[in-house]
């Protein structure tokens, strides 16, 4: 009976630790199955995670009454709550003054879920908060991180080349709980709901790894984190993505200009130069990610739009050298990637798909990937099915007279859709009430009474001020801006290697959220969103925990 009410003790003392370990493994580690509708005929469903979060929220409700818990009111937590405060007043503007959301059951319940949705993002960080009581409770979250990193990394090489089952969000039908294959061509999406929102995840996890391996002394450490930070590198390559790789970059980058300021320029230009060397090498020569970056710029008339102090003629030749090196290394990527089995070429000509996409547009398939002794024939109707499938998910607006648009055929159909529809749209909402904006769910629609089974802007700035407006907007950024203001002013404090690599990590993985979040709604993705604000908890309480500072 003792040992009974030890356990019981024990359990009371130490539950919202627990717990903070549990989520840190689900959020990222459990695929993203639905339940069941929370609004029916919508692409948010309920999920495992949410009821689990739901679930904590009221034990750690019980424990603050109780004062056995520690609750959050620093910098972080009022920026949090100044967001919240600004996102129900855009949505009642939008109800009674905008009218841009209509007096409808449905679409008032779409306004409260995303309301909701954010509550349910910040909540981790109190009950993250409230769960780390010391740095050996830091260090033990950091180590079922680090564990949990590796599972999912496993998984997506298992999803990739033994066709382990994935499931998407990346439209409707998918969203479900349709079980999916890759194809030879799809991105990898491991355990999470899509290829973006894993690579974002990537991008945050290597943003720890690259300064543990630069500043640790222990070759042992070191060799762990040179180990990890490959098998993060090499499944960010497999996701394809543009803008969480240019993320990579950008925190790389911005951590070497900051150690540069203690351990000299050359030692840091010397350990970027490697790791970019090391990762431009791997990305020219495995993967479709190259591909998808020459997509964009195909000649120099569309790229100079994108960078107009460039001249022309000079873009011309940085073209050409481009090509020069990518054909070079054509036959080493063949070598290095092996692929299953090449599609005929007319297997994915469908409309003209072939001018606007690339192969890593293959979306995943329902039925296991054909072997390799199939038919030609056979293999080029699934391809064509699968190819169908993704159009489906494009705008509308990116066609033009039976054809594509013009951004289509310069940039390819994912800038294109941004182009032509996603981002013009976030501006005519922000348009309607620059404070406020028009409203959560609101910048999908052409009608006020349309209900949009999905919402995306694939650019969170231009979402944010569209919905929320220049308020929301600012409230929200305030809370990456200040993390980033914290990592770097407690690494400067800080002296021991453990403390270094969790604040100039965080700064580093902030900084590339807010790049990804240029072409993509990167703040709104769940798993994402949760994974942020874990961190956010580890760094503040780590600051408080490093001595007398005392309140972040």
Known sequence: MKAYKNILSWLDNNILTVLTGILIVVVPAYPKIPLADVIPGYIVRLRFEDLLIAGTILIWFVQVLRKKARFAWEHVAKFMAIYIAIGALSSLSAVFVTHTVAWDKDQLEKLVLYLGRHIEYFSLFFIAYSGIRNKNDIKKLVAIAGATLVAVVVYGFGQKYYYWPAFSTMNREFSKGMLLYLTPESRVMSTFGGHYDYAAYLMMALSFLVPLFWLAKSWRTRLIGIVLALMAYWSLIMTASRTSWGGYVTAVTILAIILAAKYGKGWAAKKWLAVMTVSMVIMLTVGD???????????????????????????????????????????????????????????????????????????????????????????????????????????????????????????????????????????????????????????????????????????????????????????????????????FVEYRKSSSLFARVIFLGSLGAVAGLLVNATYIDVFESSKVAYTLFLIAALVVRMAELSGDKAKA
Do not use: C
Request: hydrophobic fraction near 40%; charge should be negative.
């Open 289 to 487: 990610l190259s591909e998808r970056f020459f997509q964009v710029i195909q000649n120099a008339s569309a790229l100079h739009q994108i960078i107009p102090w460039v001249p022309t003629g000079k873009l011309e030749s940085y073209i050409y050298q481009a090509k020069d090196v990518l054909y070079t290394l054509q036959n080493l990527k063949t070598v290095l990637t092996q692929p299953h089995t090449a599609p005929p070429k007319n297997a994915v000509a469908l409309n003209n798909l072939e001018g606007v996409t690339v192969p890593s547009d293959t979306p995943p398939v329902p039925t296991k990937p054909l072997p390799p002794d199939v038919t030609a024939a056979q293999d080029a109707d699934r391809l064509r099915a699968a190819t169908a499938s993704a159009t489906a998910t494009a705008s509308a607006g990116t066609k033009q007279d039976n054809g594509y648009s013009q951004n289509a055929l310069k940039y390819g159909l994912s800038v294109a859709i941004r182009l032509d529809a996603q981002w013009p749209q976030a501006i005519a909402g922000f348009e309607k009430n620059p404070l406020l904006g028009s409203g959560y769910s609101t910048l999908s629609k052409t009608t006020v009474d349309e209900f949009t089974d999905a919402e995306s802007t694939d650019n969170d700035f231009l979402r944010m001020l569209g919905e929320t407006g220049i308020l929301g907007t600012l409230s929200f950024l305030a809370i990456p801006g200040y993390l980033m203001y914290l990592g």
